[in-house]
């Protein structure tokens, strides 16, 4: 029987050189054990070190500490063993533009090992699979972004891995687009039995799609588990935004919410300037108070009471059943988007 | 080793379906070669060496002056003067045999001469001769102050030669002209697309030590028209320009396509195909060695192509076809692969020392532009003794040296091969192993 851990990451760490000569430790001592069929994300805000991550596991950045292996083979020491089982859909569109779609499936099949009948079989049922037939002999260069994502889906599955990784597949194209990547993922898992690693820095598709999620922050995983067990973690409470406009929020405020009000675990006021793209000038502010709180729903009327107390306007109010968002929130006391 | 094949056939395929790169490729090569080559093959005339007329009395009146341009002074009139009488007496070229000519400071004392019978013909080269024939912002169309002719009419086959004569060498000094303004043009379309490239030409040609060097094409002792070439059965072989601009030219523009080749590796891993190639079960060396064997493959085709190219050009010219690289194909095969192989290790060292592809774009202009001014393709390097053992460093030299050798029916380039197959093997394998240490970061 094989066994049921498919990817092993043990302490995999990476120290890259700045410019300046001082060290930036993009990966700090990883660990992970994604099973065998399992839909697995890594949710982190940009600079988590998500590609890093990824790179090291499929052998295109030796680790400065610490080993991964792929189907019991380890990706420094067996690499080519561990790359077979390997498919690989990176964050940029990596493809030739000006080959054609089947031009590049057939070049990277090669790449895989897959010749003559075989491989020409392998690249009409891609084509297939990524809905791209009318146009698989153009030129990738003249495809929309969608599209180009789903030839670069495609590839990473030519040799049907057994583990296919994707790197923010979903980013830079629209909502439709968007969708019809989800669905491709929950198909890979549903009807070829693949083991996914995704990673994204949006909770919601990956509250959507994963069985078992890491949350990652400055190289480290924070937080690890099903979604269920993660809001666990921070005892089911809700979130409250309060937005504010343009007013400050002293400190002391932000402290009497979390000691008079029943529940309240945290209390943080961030400022989202919002300028004119090309004058620069400030066009508005959004000040915003998120309390965690056990209940929400109950700890409002306190809340807002206090609020007004010290003369805060609070201009609306959105109470939040527990997700990613309050995990994140919670465990590193800054909101996920950037 | 089916990998490496992949790899090299798909970028053969990206390159050779690139219109672009095409036209730097081969279409503006072909096109400065033939256009300087044919001017000089006018001369020679159907590639024969036979001089029917003789040592035609001939009176020359230079009123020319000198022009000034970024700090070199030209002067096309004496340059004529040169190419008509010998400085030294024991030159003996075809076109010093055709006329006795004799220097004289007054037009009206040369026709006198012609009026009395002691001189056939005349001819008067005006004030403004150069100046009408420089590009130069102050004169961007060039009109050429036409060289006046007198002939005695007893004479009309001498004056018939002397005229066509006055018309090529003014041919060839206005082609001359435009080809700097067609090579100037091809630099700038690609600046254009390229703005590394356009930084590093707009250096050059600021400091004004790109386009004055054309002017050497001109002078006298680097005109290929005064080389023959004696073979062993003692038939004389006149060198055809051709191939002297043929090949170099070839050369020249191989290296931009032997670093752009190389310079694909950094350019793959911005784009992330080379992860992708890396993060597929296939060894790095494999990956390594099928980018750099396509590029060579590529230097190869490329010359190749110019060459079948420059000899049906030939043929055109002389009316006949024409093995214009001498008939001993192998050996022109065997010194295109060498140089090709010389020239992609150059262009693998540039690109595994740079960080960025537009890094290698910079460099590679400078490192393509150098080679090609010390290895002889904007003037005949030979002619200027302080720099011509510089011209030894540049595989531009050896390739075109045994290409010259190989035309004329010779077969002595052993040496060439060894230098450039030994240039090219270094290189390559130093390029090879740096890239190498690059990637397992
Ligand atoms: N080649 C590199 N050299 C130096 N620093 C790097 C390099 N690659 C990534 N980093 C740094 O490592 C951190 C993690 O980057 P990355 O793994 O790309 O994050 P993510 O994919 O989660 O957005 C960032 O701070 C980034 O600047
Ligand atoms: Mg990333």
Redesign the pocket.
């Known amino acids: 029987m094989q066994s049921q851990v498919m990817v092993e990451v043990r302490d995999l760490a ?1 120290t ?3 410019k300046n000569g001082d060290d ?1 430790q ?2 700090k001592g990883v660990q992970l054990d994604i099973r065998r069929g399992e839909i697995y994300s ?1 949710l ?12 090291m596991i499929s052998g295109l ?1 030796a680790p400065t500490r610490g080993d991964a292996r792929i189907g019991g083979h380890s990706i420094t020491r067996e690499p080519l063993q561990a790359k077979q089982l390997l498919g690989v859909v990176p ?1 940029e569109i990596a493809l030739y533009p000006t080959l054609s779609a089947r031009q590049n499936l057939d070049f990277f099949g090669k790449m895989y090992g897959l010749t003559g009948t075989e491989l020409s079989r392998r690249v009409d049922e891609i084509v297939d699979f990524i809905d791209l037939r009318e146009r698989q002999n153009d030129r990738i260069e003249t495809f929309s972004g969608g599209m180009k994502r789903r030839v670069n889906i495609g590839v990473g599955l030519l040799h049907k891995p057994q583990l296919i990784y994707m ?2 597949p979903t980013v830079g194209i629209d909502p439709q687009n968007r969708r019809r990547v989800l669905d491709t993922v929950q198909r890979l898992q549903q009807e070829m039995g693949m083991t996914v690693l995704y ?1 994204s ?1 949006l909770m919601e598709e990956v509250q959507e799609i994963s069985d078992r999620i890491a949350i ?1 922050d400055h ?1 480290e995983i924070i937080a690890e588990g099903t979604l269920g067990e993660l809001i666990q973690q921070i005892g089911e409470e809700d979130r409250l935004t309060f937005k504010v406009g343009t007013q400050s929020v002293p400190d002391a405020l932000l402290a009497q919410f979390k000691q008079e009000v029943e529940g309240v675990t945290s209390a943080v006021y961030e400022r989202h300037d919002v300028t004119n793209g090309e004058s620069e000038t400030l066009a508005q502010v959004d000040g915003i108070v998120t309390i965690m709180a056990k209940r929400g729903r109950k700890a409002l009327p306190d809340l807002l009471r206090i609020a007004d107390d010290a003369e805060l306007d609070v201009l609306s109010v959105e109470v939040r059943e527990p997700d990613l968002e309050g995990v994140f929130l919670h465990l590193t006391g800054r909101a996920l988007r950037d | 080793m089916r990998k490496i094949l992949a790899i090299t056939w798909k970028d053969l395929y990206t390159t050779f379906t690139d219109r672009n790169l095409i036209l730097i490729m081969i279409v503006t090569p072909l096109a400065l070669s033939t256009i300087v080559g044919s001017a000089f093959s006018g001369f020679i005339g159907g590639g024969g060496n036979d001089v029917p007329i003789r040592d035609i009395p001939l009176a020359v009146v230079n009123l020319d002056q000198p022009v000034e341009v970024n700090g070199q002074s030209f002067n096309y009139g004496q340059t004529f003067v040169d190419l008509l009488i010998p400085s030294n007496p024991d030159d003996s070229t075809s076109l010093l045999q055709l006329t006795d000519a004799s220097l004289f400071s007054k037009a009206d004392a040369a026709q006198s001469s012609v009026n009395s019978g002691e001189k056939s013909v005349a001819i008067v080269i005006p004030a403004d001769f150069t100046r009408s024939l420089t590009y130069s912002q102050d004169n961007p169309d060039i009109h050429v102050s036409p060289i006046e002719v007198y002939s005695n009419p007893s004479a009309p086959v001498s004056a018939g030669i002397v005229r066509s004569i006055v018309e090529n060498i003014t041919n060839i000094f206005l082609t001359g002209n435009a080809t700097v303004e067609a090579t100037i043009e091809a630099l700038i379309a690609r600046a254009q697309a390229d703005p590394a490239f356009g930084v590093q030409f707009g250096l050059a040609s600021a400091s004004g030590s790109f386009q004055p060097d054309f002017a050497l094409a001109f002078q006298p002792d680097s005109a290929p028209i005064t080389i023959e070439q004696q073979t062993v059965r003692g038939t004389a072989q006149t060198f055809n320009p051709l191939v002297f601009f043929g090949s170099s030219q070839a050369l020249f523009f191989m290296t931009f396509t032997a670093i752009q080749g190389a310079n694909s590796m950094l350019e793959e891993r911005r784009d992330w195909t080379l992860q992708r190639l890396i993060a597929s079960p296939t060894p790095r060396i494999t990956i390594l060695l099928g980018k750099l064997f396509g590029t060579w493959v590529t230097c190869i085709f490329q010359v190749v192509l110019l060459f079948i190219f420059l000899t049906l050009i030939g043929s055109l010219i002389a009316g006949e076809p024409q093995l214009i690289w001498g008939s001993n194909l192998l050996a022109v095969l065997a010194v295109i692969v060498a140089t090709s192989l010389a020239m992609c290790g150059i262009g693998a060292v540039v690109a595994a020392l740079a960080r960025t592809p537009e890094q290698v774009n910079v460099v590679g202009g400078i490192v393509a532009i150098a080679l090609g001014l010390f290895g002889g393709a904007f003037f005949y390097v030979q002619a200027i003794p302080q720099i011509a053992p510089l011209s030894r460093l540049t595989p531009n030299y050896w390739g075109t040296e045994a290409f010259a050798t190989l035309a004329a029916g010779q077969t002595d380039i052993g040496l060439n091969l060894i230098v450039l197959a030994g240039i090219g093997a270094v290189l390559f394998l130093v390029g090879l192993a740096i890239f190498n240490r690059r990637l397992s ?1």
């Open positions: 990476k890259f050189k700045g930036i993009a990966v890594l982190g805000p940009n600079g988590a070190g998500k590609t890093t991550t990824i790179s950045l964050q790197d923010e990673t820095h990652i190289g | 970061v």
